[in-house]
């Protein structure tokens, strides 16, 4: 490297052997202080760098301001958690409450926004939209085919825990598996069929019953965490 002071411009040579895996100060850069590191050099014995942990990203529906529904394999064994309430956002810590049993759905708890009233959808709707947030983040809808259980859809990386809904707008469950994103045409997963829990049974696996409107009646999530807790109490007694 080439060192030029206010006095004299200098060739410099590291002392150590290797290939310079980094360069931290870049070339013309002006006032740089003695002892600075402008550079890292990576030998045969330099220890090998860690591999940074993989993300994982998931689509969460927002059941009430603090508690958020998503596909539970999804984000399962992950160390740190954030929620993002919209693109652009400060991220917001989450944390597990419980995993619904039987239903492949997880809530987590977090201040991720407005919680709207959900009303079920009934089961002879015509077309179905599925709203998902993209690996991006941003929020995207594809149509959905809903037979024998399935929804046929075009599911993309970050979409596990995406919300069905019909044309009104009422909730007709949530998909609880990941996205198959090895099948790829043009980058993009194409629609394929995936397992959902259905609006009824997501309400009531999360205690939020649905009222004579069909609106679900929002808690908290110290509330939901507070009934698992009695139901672990009930089933060991």
Do not use: H
């Not at 983040?137 to 399935?150: F, P, Q, R, Y």
Request: charged share 20%; hydrophobic share 45%.
């Amino acid at each position: 490297a080439e060192i030029e002071t206010d006095k004299a411009t200098m060739e410099f040579e590291a002392v150590d052997e290797g290939t310079i895996s980094r360069i931290l100060v870049p070339g013309g850069t002006d006032g740089v202080k003695v002892g600075t590191v402008i550079a890292l050099i990576e030998s045969e014995d330099s220890p090998a760098e860690a591999p940074k942990p993989a993300q994982r990203r998931a689509t969460g529906l927002v059941l009430a301001p603090d508690v958020i529904l998503t596909a539970e394999a999804a984000l399962k064994g992950c160390a740190e958690i954030a929620a993002l309430p919209e693109p652009g956002a400060p991220r917001v810590a989450a944390k597990l409450v419980k995993a619904l049993d039987g239903t492949g759905l997880a809530v987590y708890s977090a201040r991720a926004g407005k919680a709207l009233p959900v009303r079920i959808a009934g089961e002879k709707a015509a077309s179905w939209v599925m709203v998902q947030r993209d690996g991006e983040g941003d929020l995207a809808a594809s149509a959905a085919v809903i037979v024998n259980g399935k929804a046929t859809t075009s599911l993309q990386e970050g979409g596990a825990g995406a919300a069905l809904f019909d044309r009104s707008g009422a909730l007709a469950g949530v998909i609880n598996a990941p996205p198959v994103t090895k099948f790829r045409v043009a980058g993009v997963v194409p629609a394929l069929g995936y397992g959902f829990t259905p609006a009824a049974d997501v309400l009531k696996a999360a205690g939020l019953p649905a009222g004579s409107a069909g609106e679900g009646a929002a808690k908290s999530s110290a509330e939901i965490g507070r009934a698992s807790c009695r139901e672990r109490v009930s089933n060991c007694v």
